[in-house]
């Protein structure tokens, strides 16, 4: 499995951007992806998750600093994810990942941690200017 992010740039304080992830190499089926960002000097951070979860559908979680902001959502004909990222801000300049997980969903805690997936893409960088 592939995954190729794009969507990144420069952009001021109060902007917008959107993010997609497409990822190729399938089959793929009951598959759940997310996203992660990184700053300088940081470690790789959970920012939101759109999961399968059969009977009660797709559920998503958000990391508290992007909550309300951020919006994920997927294309399951094109198996690409999204992220609307809204009232963006310094703090959110980083490089963003986007992630698959093909092994059956575990619990909403474990998938916003990084070992939860199987693949990644190699990021798209987000620069918010004051």
């Known amino acids: 499995v592939q995954l190729q992010a794009s969507g990144g740039g420069l952009v001021q304080a109060g902007g917008s951007l959107r993010l997609s992830c497409a990822a190729s190499?399938?089959?793929?089926?009951?598959?759940?992806m997310a996203w992660f960002r990184q700053s300088p000097g940081k470690e790789r951070e959970f920012v939101a998750t759109i999961t399968w979860s059969g009977v009660a559908g797709y559920q998503t979680s958000y990391a508290d600093s992007v909550k309300g902001r951020f919006t994920i959502s997927r294309d399951n004909a094109r198996i690409t994810v999204y992220l609307q990222m809204n009232r963006l801000n310094p703090e959110d300049t980083a490089v963003y990942y986007c992630?698959?997980?093909?092994?059956?969903?575990?619990?909403?805690?474990?998938?916003?941690?990084?070992?939860?997936?199987?693949?990644w893409g190699k990021g798209t960088q987000v620069t918010v200017s004051s």
């Open positions: 992630a698959m997980r093909t092994r059956q969903r575990t619990t909403m805690a474990a998938m916003r941690e990084k070992w939860a997936y199987d693949y």
């Open positions: 190499g399938g089959p793929l089926s009951n598959y759940h």
